[in-house]
């Protein structure tokens, strides 16, 4: 029997760093002393047709964290440029990671295999390449939240700690996590191709974007220009569901924008308890660039520049028109705010049980940000108060014994959706704005009861509350895994009240968002 078919990791490719060598270096990891397995995806893995179990060995450890090389596989850093809090780096990269390689799952799909904290590299920049087990950890708690909450994102495969002290404010146990990415190919890796590498390397890498990511442009007229398209749509539904959720990125920098259009580096990342626009968690981020509200206008930024990087493409595609291709260009990119608020307004409809927006009344979601602002209203549990509201005060026909009593039942419900005076627990600008969102129910026609669990189909309980994600990792870091756990099985199951303790439900006391920020891990 071949020994390395059954490998934890057997079978990695490298379709990468044989078709673009020159945005890579092979590279390996540092070995450390004693990995230990704090974390391991069995979902994920089972999807991947891997073994949790041949994961969890000394091998599958040893793999995981670097210490070594699965049978066949090329690990490589990955060069990317990138446009940091909007200044331009000619030269980022994998300074603290590795793209073990690629590996092909039951269904044929190819997922990057990709280690993170695994010490320098030659892009390290004069960081120590290592990383720390809370912003590891957090990475895992929040890139599975998101994958049970249907918003595309890389995953998170293995948590491993290292045996070793790394120096950060103090000293804190080291640890690698293993990240599983449709691709890793980022806005950066074209701003590093087109900007230092020349037109050539450009054109390979946006043939080899095209057939990884969206093989099905690859036959079609001007490719590249549909390129730039289909990234800008993926990218603008990705951020429409990041708002929608009340998610903060924190670093949406360029080399942070994937071209396959998955959330990617959950570093100083966090959703918002009371909902405002200004939020901002990010340390670093003292200017506000990436705040909640501005999200929208920072990916037509990002997207600006992986146009730019495609102009020689789109103007070989038009017969060196350059005129015609930054035209085209152009064009694309105007559209970008447009289809973030098609994203967004078609999400917020659905939050709020209607299949659209009210024509006759267009300001009406907006209009619930301004008041949910002025109540400083929690953002996720003021969806659920609503439908909950609209379940107690309007008894729904289940109990009716005919279908004319059905019809009658519903019919009155119906109307007495915009005549309710019960209030659910909401604040006076909120308890303003409810006459008119019941309105907009009874417009459409649709039965209380429906309407409600319509809402808490895509409305959750439980996503990672900083407070409760704060204390788990300060657990962790001293030793005790079990509050992680315990929260990460609560984000898992997003939507789902029953077995879960209510405390995963409630924001942060007062004055704890005023004070909490993030870092990077670095």
């Known amino acids: 029997m071949d020994e390395t078919a059954t490998a934890p990791l057997s079978g990695l490719e490298s379709t990468f760093a044989d078709a673009l060598p020159e945005l890579c270096l092979v590279w390996e990891a540092a070995q450390v002393p004693d990995p230990q397995a704090v974390a391991v995806n069995d979902e994920l893995a089972a999807q991947l047709g891997l073994d949790a179990n041949q994961l969890r060995s000394t091998d599958g450890v040893a793999m995981l964290v670097g210490n070594l090389v699965p049978p066949g596989a090329t690990p490589v850093a990955m060069g990317y440029a990138g446009h940091q809090f909007g200044n331009y780096s000619p030269r980022l990269g994998d300074g603290r990671a590795l793209l073990l390689g690629e590996l092909i799952d039951p269904q044929g799909a190819r997922w990057d295999v ?42 998170s495969l293995a948590v491993i700690t290292t045996g070793e002290r790394i120096m950060r404010e103090g000293p804190e146990p080291g640890a690698v996590l293993a990240r599983v990415a449709a691709g890793h190919l980022r806005v950066g890796t074209f701003e590093y191709a087109a900007r230092l590498q020349g037109d050539d390397l450009l054109r390979r890498l946006a043939d ?6 969206y093989p099905h442009l690859v036959d079609t007229d001007r490719p590249y220009l549909k390129l730039l ?9 990705l951020v429409a569901q990041w708002m929608l959720v009340g998610f903060i990125h924190g670093v949406m920098n360029t080399d942070n924008t994937t071209i396959s259009g998955e959330g990617i580096d959950y570093g100083p990342c966090a959703f918002m308890d009371a909902y405002d626009p200004a939020t901002v968690f990010s340390s670093i981020d003292r200017q506000g660039r990436y705040a909640y509200g501005n999200q929208s206008a920072i990916i037509g930024w990002n997207l600006a520049r992986f146009a730019e990087t495609l102009v020689p493409l789109l103007v070989d595609e038009v017969g060196g028109d350059t005129d015609a291709a930054v035209a085209d260009a152009t064009t694309e990119l105007q559209l970008i705010a447009d289809r973030v608020s098609l994203h967004w307004t078609a999400g917020m409809a ?8 009210p024509a006759d009344d267009p300001a009406l979601f ?16 003021t969806f659920r108060r609503l439908s909950e509201g609209l379940v107690a005060e309007l008894p729904t026909s289940d109990s009716a014994t005919s279908d004319s009593a059905t019809s009658d039942s519903a019919t009155s419900d119906v109307q007495r959706l915009d005549q ?3 209030l659910p627990a909401v604040g006076d600008a ?7 969102w019941r309105t907009a129910l009874a417009a459409e026609g649709c039965k209380p009861a429906d309407v409600a669990s319509r809402m808490d189909a895509v409305n959750p309980l439980h996503i990672p509350r900083n407070h409760l994600v704060a204390e788990a990792l300060d657990a962790a870091t001293d030793g005790d895994i079990a509050p992680y756990n315990e929260l990460l099985a ?5 939507f789902d009240a029953d077995g879960v303790d209510p405390t995963y439900e409630r924001p942060a006391g007062a004055g704890f968002a005023a004070r909490f920020r993030t870092f990077c891990g670095t």
């Open 208 to 213: 080899y974007a095209i057939a990884r990511h």
């Open 430 to 436: 909120i308890a303003a704005w409810l006459p008119r």
């Open 366 to 381: 907006d209009d619930l940000l301004t008041a949910m602002n002025a109540d400083a209203a929690d953002w996720t549990g």
């Open 114 to 155: 990709h280690l993170k904290g695994s010490g320098r590299t030659p892009f390290s920049r004069g960081g120590d390449g290592k990383a720390t087990i809370g912003p590891m950890l957090r990475e895992y708690l929040v890139s599975e939240a998101m994958h049970a909450l249907g918003v595309p994102t890389t995953r």
């Open 420 to 422: 309710c005076d019960v």
């Open 229 to 237: 398209t289909t990234v800008i749509e993926a990218q603008a539904a």
């Open 490 to 494: 609560a984000v898992r199951r997003p």
């Open 350 to 357: 659905a939050k709020l049980g209607l299949t659209q927006r």
